[in-house]
């Protein structure tokens, strides 16, 4: 129940697409659902956040999309860019009672020329 | 958000021996954690730091294998006992900050041979 699944594993998208990654949770009272980026050699940077009571946030060219209902969020990188190929890893956290981070299993992004 | 220094960056050790990471924070953060990420893996959480109180590990990791100290609310240690080459990793620190945010440092990469 403290699992969090993503997919796909691997993503390759032309540069101006759009690059869709998604993830499940299972626990109903997680209460954040962060996305973070990693490039290689790097420790993982927030990217966006969202909480249960918002359907989606934007933040420039990302996007999160979260459907409480079917306990799924998903990512959206819109004009995909080649400097957004990096590992992208969805988390959960039941952030109000000082939760640990649960993170998926990571998409490594390639966005082709 | 927090700045996170991690110590040393990488390094190269015998198996059997030991080392010590170090993480120092900019600010004073009441949690720290310390993850795991194996060559193409995921995060996985070791444990959490709490200052004033005895580190909480997740299943699998034990305190005779993973020692943490959290002497300040600025600063921790981890340090990997008697490693081996399935030790070879990075170990990443992590502080929960404020407005929902959860910093990574920049990783510690360690090859055991």
């Known amino acids: 129940q403290q699992q969090v699944k993503q997919s796909p594993q691997s993503l390759i998208v032309q540069k101006g697409g759009i690059s869709i990654i998604n993830c499940a949770y299972e626990?109903?009272?997680?209460?954040?659902f962060p996305w973070y980026q990693q490039f290689p050699g790097k420790g993982p940077a927030l990217l966006i956040a969202i909480r249960p009571d918002v359907s989606e946030k934007k933040e420039g060219r990302f996007t999160i999309s979260f459907n409480k209902s079917a306990k799924q969020f998903s990512l959206h990188i819109m004009d995909s860019q080649p400097g957004d190929s990096a590992t992208y890893f969805c988390a959960a956290t039941l952030y109000n009672q000082g939760g640990k981070l649960i993170f998926g299993q990571g998409t490594e992004l390639s966005v082709k020329p | 958000s927090a700045v996170i220094s991690q110590k040393p960056s990488r390094d190269i050790c015998q198996r059997g021996t030991s080392l010590t990471i170090q993480c120092q924070v900019d600010?004073?953060?009441?949690?720290m954690f310390w993850y795991r990420q194996q060559p193409g893996q995921s995060l996985t959480l070791i444990a959490t730091?709490?200052?004033?109180?005895?580190?909480?590990?997740e299943s699998g990791f034990v305190i005779d294998k993973f020692p943490i100290s959290r002497p300040n609310l600025t600063f921790s240690t981890l340090t990997v006992s008697n490693m081996s080459p399935e030790d070879s990793s990075i170990y990443l620190c992590s502080v929960r900050g404020g407005n929902y945010g959860y910093t990574f440092g920049s990783g510690t990469r360690l090859t055991v041979v």
């Open positions: 626990n109903t009272a997680f209460d954040y």
């Open positions: 730091a709490n200052q004033g109180s005895e580190a909480t590990y």
């Open positions: 600010s004073q953060v009441t949690m």
